[in-house]
Each structure stands twice: as C-alpha cells, then as structure tokens.
C-alpha cells in the first residue's frame, strides 16, 4: 500500500484548526471551545475526500511564545509541519493580519511544500469584503476564504487538496479461481475471516490514564523516545486524548494518553469534555495502564479511577510512577505494593512496575508486558481443558445449596475473548453465589494464565443465548 500523505493544519491559537480537523473527519472529534490553547498536543487520523482520495491529518496546537507550556506546543507544532507533505495555515478572518502571522506563515513557505492560507471565519459577504483581501499580501500561492464552522466556500479548498492527494489505487479484493473452480465459496469465506482475524489481532489498544499530574505524558514521550506530548508542570496539560502508534514484537500498539482525571467537583469548563473523552477511549481499549504517583501513593480517586477499568473490563497493569525518588530496595517496594494491593483489591489480578518516566527507569519492560496481556486478554480456553479444571474445582468444593435445593452445574465453555468470559451451565443460574464465582475465578487463574486480564463468570441455563441478560 503506498504511503499516505501526511496534512498538518497549523495556525496561531484559537482560529479554527480543531474545528477544521473536525470538518474533514466529518465527525466531532478534537476538542473545540472559545478557550485559547484548547488543543496542545498532536492528533492524526485518516481522512477520505472526494469518494477515494486518502490522507492523514494533523492538528496541531496553536502557535505561541507567551508561556514555557505553548513554546512546547509551539516547538511540537512546527515538528510536525516538517514532518507533513502538505500545510494548511489558518488565520482569523475576523481580525486584521498579525505581524507574527506573516513570519509564522512566511517560514513554513521555506519549506517549499504545498501550503494554502485558509482565512476562516468568512461567515458572509461582509467579512469577506472587510478583511479577507488584507491578507493576499501574504503572497500565498492559494488564498481561500472560508467559514470552517458554517461549511462555506469549502469546494475550491477540497479541489486544491485533491491535487496533491493521489486516487486510492483500488486493489483487487476478489480471489482469483482457477478456472476448474476448485475453491468453493466456503473456502473464500474462510480465507477471508482467518485474514481478518490475524490482522486484528496484531492491534493492540492501551490507554494511559490515571489522575492529573501522574506523569502520563512522560510515560507516552518515553515509550516514543522524543517529546510528542506537551508536558508541564500545571495539572490539566493534557485536554484531548492524544493517541501514538509504535510497532513492537510486530505488533502495533496504539497509545493513547488520556486527559488526567479530577475529583468531580474540581472538573471546570473543557476539561468535563475531556472526562467524557476518555470514557469513549476506554470503551476502545484492550488495556489500560493506571499510573500512580508514587510520591503521594493510592488516593481515593485512584480508587475511582481504578473503577473504570473495572467497569470496561481491561487488560490492566498497574504502573508507579515518579519511583526516582525513592531508594529502590525492598523494603520500600514491599511496603508500597502492600498499601496498593489493600486499596485496590479489584485490581488484583493486575501485575504492578515501579518506574520513572522522567530517567526512563524499567520503561522499556512495559512493552513486553503489554504483549504478554493483551495474549492472555484474547486468549481462547478450550472447552474440553476448561472442563477438566471445572471437574477438579466442583470435586475440592461443591456450590452451596439454595433454599435446600441441589445447584447443579453441568459444564462450562468459553464464549468470548477480549476479555474472556465464560459460562458456567447449571439448572440454577442465580444460585451460583459471587463467593463460588470468585472460587471458582482464583481456580481458573491457578490453573490458566490470566495475569493482568479480568475474569468475567456467569451462570447460564442449557439452551440459553450467550448474549442473553
């Protein structure tokens, strides 16, 4: 498959970039407010245009030197406009041209790429007439005048970039069968899911999450070796979920590092946007690594947090984060994983790393246990196996009887992977207690390897649907 171009969308802060990424998704997904430097980090996503045309969109932070923060985001920015094929550089048609505008603008024509200046918020003929013509001093090859936010005068700027993205070479999906038909249709259709099935199966999904100021960014700049998140001392720094893809082990592992999370009370403005985010980005995830401060140890909202991935059913690895500061001997570490075990008993089966983003201290031994779980996480038991622990489990303990009636279980198979799930079947569904779920939980675990991975038992009549409540 050829290399997809690559579109950064740059522009000072709070001129429209977000909403421009958003227009070309078709679909709200950066973040957009009134609030200047909304957007402070770098996200991509691919993009279809004109029915067959593909390319990978950058949005950028806004360009500014007022604080060390947005020189960060300012630094990341123009990175990744050295890295694209083609810029976009938006400007707000509502005011005058800014001096910093015209250097900003006239330093990435030095790249010599295709660049457009994009004067949004043309909302009507009366912007248009007022400013919009003080900006062709800039020089610019194409000039467009637009209103992102009410879809106007979009077409010449879809025709411009349709010169520069290349037409999807359209691939032949079909088989090619001899001419004795000697493949059936089952064979295709076999051939064609074991294709899907390996190709899923090489993605893996990890979001980073945790409280703020726990060092997420660090962790995901670790992992990349180069500074891709803006990371800052002031708690917040990370709105939009921010996702980075490696290949390791071959495999590709998408990152995704979320907004840091507040006590309720304390999430203001965007940042309850950003909430919402990360609730739909571990709804995706395969797993998620928690990180806690180690400086400051297991909060009551790490608890909450820690709920979360409960409540989605992750693969989950507990990481401790900011470790550099302690002595790294046995005494503290046994002391620290004793408090975390106590606070978050839900988590048990979840294995837990000390580190330090900051130094790079045993980073790089997440990855592989990133591997190892998300192997456990879609790992299929078969039912004669699991049959034989259900046999040995019911032989050391019988289930208790309900209303002196006999709960009677008659075999067990594994429905589903991602995570695994499994069906104890009985005559009495609702008499299998949670502790005899638990029970039989910690035999499965003893005998099979679940480390890192939930669990999920249910009891089901013969007969009944999987997908049955």
Known sequence: MPKLKKV???????VGKSSLFNRLLRQRDAITSDVVGTTRDIKKR???????RDFEVIDTGGIDDSTEMFATVKKLSLRAADEADIIIYLVDGKNIPEEEDRELFYQLQNLNKPIALVVNKIDNDKDESIRYWDFLEFGADRTFPMSVSHNRYMNDFYAWLDEYIPEREEENKGLELQEDNELSFEDIVNMVQVDEVEEEDKDIKVAIIGRVNTGKSSLLNAFLNEERVVVSPVAGTTIDPVDEALEYQDRKITFVDTAGIRRRGKILGIEKYAFGRTEEMLEEADIALLIIDATVGVLELDERIANLIEKHKLGCMIVLNKWDIHKDDEATYTK??????????FLHYAPLITISAKTGLRVHKILDEIVTIYERYKQRIPTSTLNEVLKYAISRHHPPTVNGGVVSIKFATQYETKPPKIAIITNRPDGIHFSYKRYLSNIFREKFDF??????IEGRKRGQRMDDD
Not at 8 to 14: M, T
Not at 46 to 52: A, E, Y
Not at 451 to 456: I, Q, R, S
């Open 451 to 456: 480390v890192g991975v939930p669990l999920d």
């Open 8 to 14: 950064a969308i740059l522009g000072r802060p709070n």
């Open 46 to 52: 691919l993009v279809t245009i004109s029915g067959n």
């Open 336 to 345: 620290a994983v004793e408090d975390i075990r106590d606070q978050l008993k």
